[in-house]
């Protein structure tokens, strides 16, 4: 049974940092690209980042660029969003998925496995 638990998120004061992690099981890891979406309140389903197979290729939506990392260890399982500077308007629950189809995959319905999200709230 293939499965994805995010951890690390949390309450935390504009500006500061966070870091989330997704443990992924019942998959070959390394075949599959990693992303993170988020999910406002009161707004759809929004893409921020993903990582390629072995991490050599990167995307992240505008907003976030120059303050999120997305990493990947292969050997643990586990792709990595580093989240600096947070402002509340990151204010979401975010979710790790993997897809099979592309090294930096924006669309949502291409993503063949979810986690059960983790919410990070940013106060001004």
């Known amino acids: 049974q293939v499965q994805l638990v995010e951890s690390g998120g949390g309450l935390v004061q504009a500006g500061d940092s966070l870091r989330l992690s997704c443990a992924a099981s019942?998959?070959?890891?390394?075949?599959?690209?990693m992303g993170w979406f988020r999910r406002a309140p009161g707004k759809e389903r929004e893409f921020v980042t993903a990582?390629?197979?072995?991490?050599?290729?990167?995307a992240y939506t505008d907003s976030v660029k120059g303050r999120f990392t997305i990493s990947r260890d292969n050997a643990k399982n586990t792709v990595y969003l580093q989240m600096n500077s947070l402002k509340p308007e990151d204010t979401a629950v975010y979710y790790c998925?993997?897809?099979?189809?592309?090294?930096?995959?924006?669309?949502?319905?291409?993503?063949?496995?979810w986690g059960q999200g983790t919410q990070v709230t940013v106060s001004s």
């Open positions: 019942g998959l070959t890891f390394s075949s599959y690209a």
């Open positions: 998925a993997a897809t099979y189809y592309s090294s930096t995959n924006s669309r949502p319905g291409d993503y063949a496995y």
């Open positions: 990582i390629s197979r072995s991490g050599g290729s990167t």
